[in-house]
């Protein structure tokens, strides 16, 4: 079994920059594209971002584009999501997810695996 573990969320004001970790353990489960989805109260849970495997292609949703960066760290097993200017609307639980292939995560289709997730708050 393979276990994803959230770190770094928290309150942040408007304008604000906030790193997400995502740290991998488990059986061996290096070789796989990672991602990160979002999601807000009321709302359906929706892709962020993601990363191939070993991480030269990335892929993001149109809104986080140029204010969210995904990377990740082989060595670590761990996948970052550094993002900046936030905005209220960025508040969200956010999740880790896991794919079986290499290439980048598109959808909730793509993942075998999730973490627990991570509350992000951002105050106006």
């Known amino acids: 079994q393979v276990q994803l573990v959230e770190s770094g969320g928290g309150l942040v004001q408007a304008g604000g920059s906030l790193r997400l970790s995502c740290a991998a353990s488990?059986?061996?489960?290096?070789?796989?594209?990672r991602g990160w989805f979002r999601q807000a109260p009321g709302k359906e849970r929706e892709f962020v971002a993601s990363?191939?495997?070993?991480?030269?292609?990335?892929y993001y949703a149109d809104s986080m584009k140029g204010r969210f960066t995904i990377s990740r760290d082989n060595a670590k097993n761990t996948v970052y999501l550094q993002m900046n200017s936030l905005e209220p609307e960025d508040t969200a639980v956010y999740y880790c997810?896991?794919?079986?292939?290499?290439?980048?995560?598109?959808?909730?289709?793509?993942?075998?695996?999730w973490g627990q997730g991570t509350q992000v708050t951002v105050s106006s």
């Open positions: 997810a896991a794919a079986s292939t290499i290439t980048p995560i598109k959808g909730g289709g793509d993942v075998v695996y």
């Open positions: 990363i191939g495997w070993p991480g030269s292609t990335t």
């Open positions: 488990g059986r061996t489960f290096s070789r796989s594209a």
